[in-house]
């Protein structure tokens, strides 16, 4: 695997949606206007980002699986 770039694709593709899931706990924890303008943009992009690791995830498992 760690001869695979699409593992690496995969893994920072999976890191995005957890930084973007930090900012969108981070700024519902501390509340004020940067959530209320931000929150649901921010949760908009981690469905988004989220969706794209998980088609990534699929492909990868496919492709190793033999296709």
């Keep these: 695997m760690k001869d695979d770039p ?6 920072a593709a ?19 206007d940067f959530n209320r303008k931000h929150a649901n943009k921010i949760m908009r992009w981690r469905i988004g980002a989220q969706f794209i690791a998980v088609l990534l ?11």
């Design 6 to 11: 699409l593992f690496y694709v995969v893994a």
């Design 14 to 32: 999976c890191f995005a949606v957890v930084v973007i899931l930090m900012i969108g706990i981070g700024g519902f924890a501390k509340g004020g």
């Design 57 to 67: 995830i699929l492909l990868f498992v496919w492709l190793r699986k033999g296709g």
